[in-house]
C-alpha cells in the first residue's frame, strides 16, 4: 500500500513470548503510528513516532514498547504477549499537514 | 476521553440508491477529518478528507460534510454500488495529539441488488 509494509502478515504465539512486528515504509514520512484492531473498538492508538527516537504513547499502550532507529522503520514489541493482545494490527504513514494517511495491510495476531 | 462515534452500526442500501453514515465527534480542537473504508481482510484505504475551514468537499462519488457547530460529520456516496460494500469509519485529528487519528467505531454498509 502506497510505499508502507508489515512484517508478517500473520503470527501465532503463545503466551508470555516476546513478540516484534515490524512497519517499513519507503515515504520517507517523519510520523509513523501503530494501532490495533478489534470488534466493537475500530482503531485504537498504540504508540506513534515523529521521528527517529522520539516517541509517544497513545490510548491503548500498556504491555507495548517501540523503537524507531531509522525513519524508515517502526518496530513494535510486545515483551510478554498475553491472550488479550490477541489482535490485527495497523501501522500507518502520515500526519503534519500531509493530506491522507495510509495504512499497511495488517498483521493478524494470536496469542495462544 | 475525547470520543468520535457513529450514530448508525450498520446500514442497508439498495444498489443505485444513495448511502448516508454520520459520524459525531466531541473534541473541540479536532481540525482534520478523514473518512476511511475498509474491505474484509485489508487495512483502512483513505476515501475523502475535510479540514475544519470547510464545511463541504466532494470527491468522485462522494461528499462529506462538516458542521462544527453540532460537531457533526457525515459521508455521502452516490449512486451505491455493490463495491462500496465495506466498513466505514471517521476519524479525527488536531496537532495537539501528534496528528494521530482518532477513530469512530465503524459503520458496516451492505449494497444490496
Known amino acids: 500500500d502506497a510505499g508502507i509494509t508489515q512484517s508478517p502478515r500473520h503470527k501465532v504465539t503463545e503466551t508470555g513470548t516476546p513478540v516484534t512486528l515490524r512497519c517499513h515504509q519507503t515515504e520517507n514520512h517523519r510520523y509513523m503510528y501503530w494501532y490495533r484492531q478489534d470488534p466493537g473498538h475500530g482503531l485504537r492508538l498504540i504508540h506513534y513516532?515523529?521521528?527517529?527516537?522520539?516517541?509517544d504513547k497513545g490510548e491503548v499502550s500498556d504491555g507495548y514498547s517501540v523503537s524507531r532507529s531509522k525513519t524508515e522503520d517502526f518496530l513494535l514489541t510486545l515483551e510478554s504477549a498475553t491472550s488479550s493482545q490477541t489482535s490485527v494490527y495497523f501501522c500507518?504513514?502520515?500526519?503534519?499537514?500531509?493530506?491522507?494517511?495510509?495504512f499497511g495491510s495488517g498483521t493478524r495476531l494470536t496469542v495462544v | 476521553g475525547e470520543s468520535v462515534g457513529l450514530h448508525l452500526p450498520t446500514l442497508s442500501v439498495q444498489e443505485g440508491d444513495n448511502s448516508i453514515i454520520n459520524c459525531a465527534y466531541s473534541n473541540s480542537a479536532s481540525d482534520y477529518f478523514i473518512w476511511y473504508k475498509q474491505e474484509s481482510g485489508k487495512g483502512p484505504q483513505f476515501i475523502i478528507d475535510i479540514r475544519s475551514n470547510m464545511d463541504k468537499r466532494q470527491g468522485q462519488r462522494v461528499t462529506v460534510l462538516l458542521n462544527k457547530t453540532v460537531k457533526h460529520l457525515s459521508l455521502q456516496i452516490a449512486a451505491t454500488q455493490p463495491g462500496d460494500s465495506a466498513v466505514y469509519f471517521c476519524?479525527?485529528?488536531?496537532?495537539?495529539?501528534?496528528?494521530?487519528?482518532?477513530f469512530g467505531k465503524g459503520t458496516s454498509l451492505l449494497v444490496t441488488p
Open positions: 513516532s515523529y521521528g527517529v527516537k522520539d516517541t
Open positions: 500507518a504513514i502520515g500526519g503534519q499537514g500531509s493530506y491522507g494517511y495510509t
Open positions: 476519524a479525527e485529528t488536531n496537532s495537539n495529539s501528534g496528528y494521530a487519528l482518532n
